[in-house]
């Protein structure tokens, strides 16, 4: 059981290029949901899904696509990456309303 | 929607003492108040939580409280240890299936 596995762990890439994080969960949990991390700003949402085929915005959505095909996967796609999306990106996922949620390990992303 | 506030942002005590954080929201239907601890280049962890039919909870070194006419919950650890040290998150949880709010985080040193 592996909970929730992110890869890549670390990525770099220039003004510009795209890129896809990838998060899957083996803990069949309907709710997924990416967050970034900023030094002084805590974890901000981005997307969420509370299951298969639905995804809503989080609080800062803009630059970011995401979409829900399976109950395991949840990728976040940056289509053209801007030095203000340097950042430390979580994926998490609960099984119901009010439940804990449990964090990947994160994957840390520089644009240059 | 929901705003957390935590305080402070910074935190050093030293072995042996007591910690205490604060957190306070906004929406008073906010029914779920989660801790997180984070520890260096992983994702954080759910360490306690309680909901707003319980006033207080402890789990050993750990509790949290809860005031739901002052919309604020607070963190105490005590006896406090180096591996203590880490940065530590409260989230407060909107009504129905709405994503946890995070506060900003603080960090703890534990001194030895």
């Known amino acids: 059981n592996a909970g929730v596995t992110q890869t890549p762990k670390f990525q770099v890439l220039k003004t510009g290029q795209s890129m896809t994080l990838q998060c899957a969960q083996d803990?069949?949990?309907?709710?997924m949901s990416w967050y970034r991390q900023d030094p002084g700003m805590g974890l901000r949402l981005i997307h969420y899904?509370?299951?298969?085929?639905?995804?809503d915005q989080g609080e800062v959505p803009n630059g970011y696509n995401v979409s829900r095909s399976t109950t395991e996967d949840f990728p976040l796609r940056l289509l053209s990456a801007a030095p203000s999306q340097t950042s430390v990106y979580f994926c998490?996922?609960?099984?119901?309303?009010?439940?804990?949620?449990?964090f990947g390990n994160g994957t840390r992303l520089t644009v240059t | 929607g929901e705003n957390v506030e935590q305080h402070p942002s910074t935190l050093s005590v030293q072995e042996g003492d007591s910690a205490v954080i604060k957190c306070t929201y906004s929406d008073s239907a906010s029914n779920y108040f989660p801790w997180y601890k984070q520890e260096l280049g992983k994702g954080p962890q759910l360490i306690i939580d309680i909901r707003s039919n319980v006033g207080e909870k402890k789990d050993q070194r750990i509790a949290v409280t809860l005031n739901k006419t002052a919309k604020h919950f607070s963190l105490h650890i005590t006896e406090t240890q180096p591996e203590d040290s880490a940065v530590y998150f409260c989230a407060a949880s909107p009504s129905g299936n709405t994503p946890l709010v995070f506060g900003k985080g603080t960090r703890l040193s534990v001194i030895a």
């Open positions: 899904s509370v299951g298969a085929g639905i995804t």
């Open positions: 998490a996922t609960r099984d119901r309303t009010n439940s804990p949620l449990h």
């Open positions: 803990m069949n949990h309907e709710y």
